[in-house]
């Protein structure tokens, strides 16, 4: 789950990082009113989406004045701000963060992220702050600082150290900066996070560290022990279809493709899109439904996959474990019958009660193909696809 800007710095102060001090508007009265409550005669106006390259965008300008702080967030409220992160559909614009000017010398990037490779914590530093992680590390590898934390000892202070150095900071801010980590390195653990990225995170001409920008991500799993955070998921922000997906408890992803999946397991799921691509096809979404799955769920799962207006054709890839195959027929049959389908559907059935499931769908009368395995279901719905289509 991510979080906006203005919610991510509010987290992190609590932990004692510094952050400018600014007021999140909904009108661009609003944003005249905070702008006004902190004084000054420099504010940035930023738009909040869940996405970066805003700046890039238009979504993040300079006011020198109240009026330009009110005319800006009249232009951006309600605009449909595209950047590279959001692709062409863009996000739209519901409310904007008004924060005091800093005054800026230097900008480096701070992120932590978890490593699945080793499973542990992982820190990633640069002098390259301001410019998207992603473009540095595949320009200019050499310039990012990479820092494993040992989840037996937690962080040290010599993990400071090692990226204080790496960042070349002064002697004089090696002290703040060390409190910055520990502070990120405590907020990680204690909100469930999989992701913080701060860019830039900027020495001022006063020599102070300042967070500028904060983006967070927390593991969705963990959410039933953090209610303040739950507190605030924007479900604006969230793909509809996987919103949707996540009221039933189904895991899904949408993609760019036009078959759609309908899985059980994590593994099966990504071995049956994996397929899919192999014979020429691409998937529409991930889709895993899970191992207790009852009739209803699989129903909604269902008609999720026919929302997405994208699907050409679906394939069900079901092994039956937990997971009785009749009880996906059931579920297949219902839903196939509430949604009228119009594309072609391939069912491939393996498991518990496997044959049981089979003469359900051979016996219902609709237009279901049955495969034998998974790389005859993959060939199936690929050239079932195309034929339509042609």
């Given at each position: 789950?991510?979080?906006?800007e203005?919610?991510?710095?509010s987290?992190?102060?609590?932990y004692?990082?510094?952050?400018?001090?600014?007021?999140?508007?909904?009108?661009?009265a609003?944003?005249?009113?905070?702008?006004?409550?902190?004084?000054?005669?420099?504010?940035?106006?930023?738009?909040?989406?869940?996405?970066?390259?805003?700046?890039?965008g238009?979504?993040v300008?300079?006011?020198?004045?109240?009026?330009?702080?009110?005319?800006f967030?009249?232009?951006?409220?309600?605009?449909?701000?595209?950047?590279?992160?959001?692709?062409?559909?863009?996000?739209?614009?519901?409310?904007?963060?008004?924060?005091?000017?800093?005054d800026?010398?230097?900008e480096?990037?701070?992120?932590?992220?978890i490593?699945?490779?080793?499973?542990?914590i992982?820190?990633?530093a640069?002098?390259?702050?301001?410019?998207?992680?992603?473009?540095?590390?595949?320009?200019?590898?050499?310039?990012?600082?990479?820092?494993?934390v040992?989840?037996?000892?937690?962080?040290q202070?010599?993990?400071?150290?090692?990226?204080?150095?790496?960042?070349?900071?002064?002697?004089?801010?090696?002290?703040?900066?060390?409190?910055?980590?520990?502070?990120?390195?405590?907020?990680?653990?204690?909100?469930?996070?999989?992701?913080?990225?701060?860019?830039?995170?900027?020495?001022?001409?006063?020599?102070?560290?300042?967070?500028?920008?904060?983006k967070?991500?927390?593991?969705?799993?963990?959410?039933?022990?953090?209610?303040?955070?739950?507190e605030m998921?924007?479900?604006?922000?969230?793909e509809?279809?996987?919103l949707?997906?996540?009221?039933?408890?189904?895991?899904?992803?949408?993609?760019?493709?036009?078959?759609?999946?309908?899985?059980?397991?994590?593994?099966?799921?990504?071995?049956?899109?994996?397929?899919?691509k192999?014979?020429?096809?691409?998937?529409?979404?991930?889709?895993?439904?899970?191992?207790?799955?009852?009739?209803e769920?699989?129903t909604?799962?269902?008609k999720?996959i026919?929302?997405?207006?994208?699907?050409?054709?679906?394939?069900?890839n079901?092994?039956?474990?937990?997971?009785?195959c009749?009880?996906?027929?059931?579920?297949?049959?219902?839903?196939?019958?509430?949604?009228?389908?119009s594309?072609?559907?391939?069912?491939?059935?393996?498991?518990?009660?496997?044959?049981?499931?089979?003469k359900m769908?051979?016996s219902?009368?609709?237009?279901?193909?049955?495969a034998?395995?998974?790389?005859?279901?993959?060939?199936?719905i690929?050239?079932?696809?195309?034929?339509?289509?042609?």
């Amino acid at each position: 789950m991510n979080i906006h800007e203005y919610q991510a710095k509010s987290v992190l102060a609590k932990y004692g990082v510094s952050v400018p001090r600014g007021g999140v508007a909904y009108t661009p009265a609003e944003a005249e009113a905070a702008a006004q409550n902190l004084g000054g005669s420099l504010w940035v106006v930023k738009a909040q989406i869940h996405a970066g390259g805003r700046g890039k965008g238009g979504g993040v300008k300079l006011a020198r004045s109240l009026d330009e702080v009110k005319n800006f967030a009249k232009e951006m409220i309600g605009m449909t701000l595209v950047t590279h992160q959001t692709g062409p559909e863009g996000k739209e614009v519901k409310r904007v963060y008004v924060e005091e000017g800093s005054d800026i010398a230097e900008e480096l990037y701070l992120g932590m992220v978890i490593d699945r490779s080793t499973s542990r914590i992982t820190y990633m530093a640069s002098r390259e702050g301001g410019v998207e992680i992603e473009e540095v590390a595949a320009n200019h590898p050499e310039k990012i600082i990479k820092v494993t934390v040992d989840p037996a000892c937690g962080i040290q202070l010599f993990h400071a150290r090692e990226l204080a150095f790496g960042l070349g900071l002064p002697a004089e801010l090696h002290k703040d900066f060390g409190a910055l980590v520990f502070s990120m390195y405590q907020c990680f653990q204690d909100t469930d996070c999989s992701q913080i990225e701060i860019n830039p995170l900027v020495i001022t001409k006063q020599d102070k560290l300042i967070v500028l920008d904060a983006k967070f991500n927390f593991d969705e799993n963990g959410l039933f022990r953090q209610p303040e955070v739950y507190e605030m998921r924007d479900e604006d922000e969230e793909e509809p279809l996987e919103l949707q997906a996540s009221k039933f408890g189904l895991s899904y992803v949408k993609m760019d493709g036009s078959i759609g999946c309908m899985v059980n397991g994590a593994g099966l799921a990504m071995a049956t899109m994996d397929i899919i691509k192999l014979h020429g096809g691409e998937p529409a979404n991930f889709l895993d439904v899970g191992g207790g799955a009852n009739k209803e769920k699989v129903t909604e799962a269902f008609k999720l996959i026919m929302s997405d207006p994208n699907v050409e054709g679906i394939l069900v890839n079901i092994f039956g474990g937990i997971m009785r195959c009749d009880i996906i027929a059931e579920g297949v049959i219902a839903a196939v019958r509430e949604v009228s389908l119009s594309v072609p559907l391939v069912v491939r059935l393996e498991g518990t009660n496997v044959e049981l499931g089979k003469k359900m769908l051979s016996s219902s009368g609709l237009a279901i193909t049955p495969a034998d395995n998974l790389e005859d279901a993959a060939q199936k719905i690929v050239q079932a696809v195309k034929k339509a289509a042609a």
